[in-house]
């Protein structure tokens, strides 16, 4: 059983950086791929970007490739997410998570299991 508790969202303007955080209990994070996805109401969870076991390797969706930046620390069980000029659209909440089926591409949220409880971000124009 894994814990994942989200932190860093709020209120920032457009053209503006928050990095959210995601701390995980257990002994064993570093031994999953961890994602970051945002969940619109009443819209499919979206996939935003993942990271392997030790770090060296990410992958980014299109809509935030050169904006956003995951990143990781085994030794704090801790995944990042800094995003920079963030857009209104950017506006949702965002969640990370455990990518535990490897049936599944690291791109599909069915593969995920373990989110965290989400993070409100909103961006003001």
């Known amino acids: 059983q894994v814990q994942l508790v989200e932190s860093g969202g709020g209120l920032v303007q457009a053209g503006g950086s928050l990095r959210l955080s995601c701390a995980a209990s257990?002994?064993?994070?570093?031994?999953?791929?961890m994602g970051w996805f945002r969940q619109a109401p009443g819209k499919e969870r979206e996939f935003l970007a993942s990271i392997s076991t030790s770090g060296g390797s990410t992958y980014y969706a299109d809509s935030v490739k050169g904006r956003f930046t995951i990143s990781r620390d085994n030794t704090k069980n801790t995944v990042y997410l800094q995003m920079n000029s963030l857009k209104p659209e950017d506006t949702v909440v965002y969640y990370c998570?455990?990518?535990?089926?490897?049936?599944?591409?690291?791109?599909?949220?069915?593969?995920?299991?373990?989110w965290g409880q989400g993070t409100q971000v909103t961006v003001s124009s």
């Open positions: 257990g002994r064993t994070f570093s031994s999953y791929r």
């Open positions: 998570a455990v990518h535990y089926d490897g049936r599944y591409l690291f791109t599909n949220p069915e593969g995920y299991r373990y």
